[in-house]
């Protein structure tokens, strides 16, 4: 089956504009995670959700950040009034259950705020 | 904030030769995690330990762990031009699902 998808690969905005970043999970999986990573660091975890819930968002940075999954399925990101430290490739993972460990990443979506 | 620290940040070997890299953590963890990522996009689980594992292999991977010292070591033996990728160690502190704390990764060129 297919693995974790994203999109858009690349979304180039300006300053304080909104943007919503996708992330479609591997069918089945009932946690997904969003990630953000800086050039030349690791990725650093946002939130967490399990089935519709989001079971851990201690990782957002702020209110302008949000993140929904209304079905239990397909994810969004929400980032509003961007800033350029918003700059970055945002990640999103699943994994099989609550129980299982191993997440699966998607290739990402690079935001550029100019 | 990043809990790992990998060691070294860049490592360039000949192909065919053992590469060694390391991982240091600061708190308490329930499983520690590999990954590797080419040209910065996704990431590819390699290998899972759980804190009450020492040792664990999967084919020319071999990760161990140590909670007394809050490390761990991944080794890659025989390396191959394609093991060149960035690596990351990830800490998770639950128990199954987690959101996982990484490392700033080691940087790894495999010279043929």
């Known amino acids: 089956g297919a693995g974790v998808s994203q999109t858009p690969s690349n979304k180039v905005t300006e300053k304080g504009k909104y943007v919503e970043l996708r992330c479609d999970p591997i069918s089945g999986h009932t946690a997904l995670y969003w990630y953000r990573q800086s050039l030349g660091q690791g990725p650093e975890f946002l939130i967490y959700?399990?089935?519709?819930?989001?079971?851990?968002d201690s990782g957002l940075p702020n209110d302008r950040f949000f993140a929904v999954r209304p079905e239990g399925s397909v994810s969004t990101l929400k980032i509003q009034r961007t800033e350029r430290g918003d700059s970055a490739v945002y990640l999103c993972?699943?994994?099989?259950?609550?129980?299982?460990?191993?997440?699966?990443f998607g290739p990402g979506t690079r935001l550029t705020v100019l | 904030s990043q809990q790992g620290e990998e060691d070294p940040q860049a490592l360039s070997i000949q192909e065919g030769e053992n590469a060694t890299m390391n991982c240091s953590y600061k708190?308490?963890?329930?499983?520690l995690q590999w990954y590797r990522q080419n040209s910065g996009r996704g990431l590819v689980h390699l290998i899972l330990?759980?804190?009450?594992?020492r040792e664990k292999h999967s084919g020319r991977l071999r990760v161990t762990l140590d909670t007394s010292k809050k490390s761990s070591s991944l080794l890659i033996t025989a390396s191959r031009a394609a093991d060149t990728a960035s690596y990351f160690c990830?800490?998770?502190?639950?128990?199954?699902?987690?959101?996982?704390?990484f490392g700033k990764g080691t940087h790894l060129i495999i010279q043929p």
């Open positions: 993972a699943s994994s099989f259950n609550e129980v299982v460990a191993e997440q699966f």
């Open positions: 990830a800490t998770a502190t639950g128990g199954g699902a987690d959101g996982l704390t």
């Open positions: 959700f399990q089935g519709t819930g989001a079971a851990d």
């Open positions: 330990i759980r804190s009450n594992e």
């Open positions: 708190t308490s963890i329930n499983n």
